[in-house]
Structure formats: C-alpha cells, structure tokens
C-alpha cells in the first residue's frame, strides 16, 4: 500500500516534463509497522527516492500513517499526523505536481492546505 502510494506521488512529479519551480528537499513520511519516506529534491534537476531513514536536510515534511494513506488510495480524505517546516513549499509542490493529476491529487492538496 505504501508502496502504491509513492509510486502515485513519483507519478506526479515525473509526468510533469516542465521545470519544478521550486527549489527545496520534501519529505512525506508514513508511520506503520515500520516508517517510509518518500523524498523530492527540487533544484535545477530534480530527485526522487524512498528511505526507511527520516531524510536529514527537509525544508518541508509531511507526516501520514498508513490508515491514512489508505484512506487517500481508497478515495477517502485524511489529515495529515504533523507537518514540518516550510508549509508554503509543500503547497505550491501540491499545486505544481499533483493537484492536476486526479481525485488523489485533489485530497493531497487539501492535506497541505488543511495544514495550515
């Protein structure tokens, strides 16, 4: 599950071929049995990779546990557990990269506006 949810997220970001826009290290976490992270490193080129280790050096994070992603992957809605940081960057990364990108782009962007 959390698997299939990164996998969406790297979707976003690889489908759009266009500069980011925005420069900084995000991070989205989920809390299970044990952690994940996916983490998006946006400059002149952009990264993407998964980790069991809380990333060191994010200007942005969001936090879910797994009930939560499963809700978003089922259609549902789910506050986030904690953010992090600069909640403006995972805003405008939310209306860059995925709010376009369908119903579960949709509820992510709420989850960083919620955050505020």
Avoid at 6 to 16: G, R
Avoid at 46 to 53: E, F, H, Q
Avoid at 77 to 104: N, Y
């Amino acid at each position: 599950m959390v698997d299939t949810f990164f996998s969406l997220l790297d979707a976003c970001v690889t489908a759009d071929s266009g500069p980011a826009g925005l420069r900084g290290r995000i991070g989205v976490g989920v809390l299970g049995e044990r952690a994940a992270w996916w983490v998006a490193d946006f400059g002149d080129t952009t990264a993407l990779r998964r980790s069991v280790d809380a990333p060191d050096g994010c200007d942005a994070a969001l936090l879910l546990d797994e009930a939560g992603v499963a809700r978003q992957l089922a259609g549902g809605e789910a506050r986030p557990l904690q953010t992090f940081g600069d909640i403006a960057l995972l805003d405008r990364f939310a209306s860059r990269f995925v709010r376009r990108q369908g119903a579960m782009g949709l509820r992510l962007h709420a989850m960083t506006r919620g955050a505020r």
